[in-house]
Each structure stands twice: as structure tokens, then as C-alpha cells.
């Protein structure tokens, strides 16, 4: 009886483990922009980067807490619209590049360029019309201007 007992514990305990290496955990959906992947990711055709420019040291950054996650788990169904951040303690060059001086600071980026600064609420669904809205601003003046050139 005891070896039966033990013999099912190890299954059922080989099953548990068994099992949760099947179950991913839900991922927000933010990448981690450096200096050697920035310039490369915000200049992808027809998709608009939303970006938070942050240092760990800076309380403002602490304060927004998971707030980034959280708007990057919300954002995961839009396909044009990519979450980014900048640890602008480790990626300098980036941040010099863009002109951060101040954090957090949050920008849109469309096709390499810089189309808007966001300075509103910092609540999920704010960030994400603020977004929404300047993207297809972005997508709009891109169609245009390609539809001048023809």
C-alpha cells in the first residue's frame, strides 16, 4: 500500500510539473529598445512606436509602477502600434538622440521619425487613445504625402 501511495504521489507531482511547463505566463507586450536596436525598430514601415524613456534611479519612473505593462498588455491586438522602452541609464547614445532631458518622457515615433510627445493623464486608457490617435495621424501624412509623390 505504501508503495502504491508513493507511486502516485510521484505522478501526480511528475503530471504538476509536467503540466506547468506547458503554461506560459501572459507577457506584456513592451520590448526593450537599446542602443543597438532603436534606430532600427522605430524606422519599420507603416508601424508607430510609443516609447518610454525612463532611468531606475528617477522616482517620477518608480511612481508609474506597472502602468507600462499593464498599457503594453492592452495594447497587444493592435498590430501598427509597437510598445517600447528606453532605460536611458544604460542606453545614453539613445536617449542623446532623441533629446531626452527629463524622465519619464513618452514619444511616438512613425516610420524613424518623432511625431508627437505625450504629456496627458498617466492612466491605460489614456496612453492608449493618445496613441491610437497619433498613429493614424502618422499613417494619414505618410499616405498623403506618398499619394503627392505618384
Known amino acids: 500500500m505504501k508503495m502504491k501511495i508513493h507511486h502516485l504521489s510521484f505522478l501526480l507531482?511528475?503530471?504538476i510539473i509536467?503540466?506547468?511547463s506547458f503554461i506560459i505566463p501572459m507577457q506584456s507586450e513592451v520590448i526593450t529598445l537599446t542602443t543597438d536596436t532603436f534606430s532600427d525598430k522605430i524606422k519599420e514601415k507603416g508601424t508607430a512606436w510609443f516609447v518610454k524613456f525612463c532611468v531606475p534611479w528617477c522616482k517620477h519612473c518608480k511612481k508609474l509602477g506597472s502602468?507600462?505593462?499593464d498599457f503594453g498588455k492592452a495594447?497587444?491586438?493592435e498590430d501598427e502600434i509597437e510598445i517600447g522602452e528606453v532605460d536611458c541609464g544604460t542606453d545614453k547614445a539613445v536617449c542623446s538622440k532623441v533629446d531626452i532631458h527629463s524622465y519619464p518622457?513618452?514619444?511616438?515615433f512613425y516610420d524613424g521619425e518623432e511625431v508627437a510627445r505625450y504629456q496627458g493623464t498617466r492612466?491605460?486608457?489614456?496612453l492608449k487613445a493618445f496613441v491610437s490617435e497619433e498613429a493614424e495621424k502618422a499613417a494619414a501624412k505618410v499616405q498623403l504625402d506618398n499619394d503627392?509623390?505618384?
Do not use: G, Q
Not at 518622457?105 to 511616438?108: A, E, I, L, P
Open 13 to 15: 507531482l511528475l503530471t
Open 18 to 20: 509536467i503540466t506547468s
Open 67 to 69: 502602468l507600462w505593462d
Open 75 to 77: 495594447m497587444e491586438t
Open 105 to 108: 518622457t513618452f514619444k511616438v
Open 123 to 126: 492612466d491605460v486608457e489614456s
Open 148 to 150: 503627392k509623390e505618384l
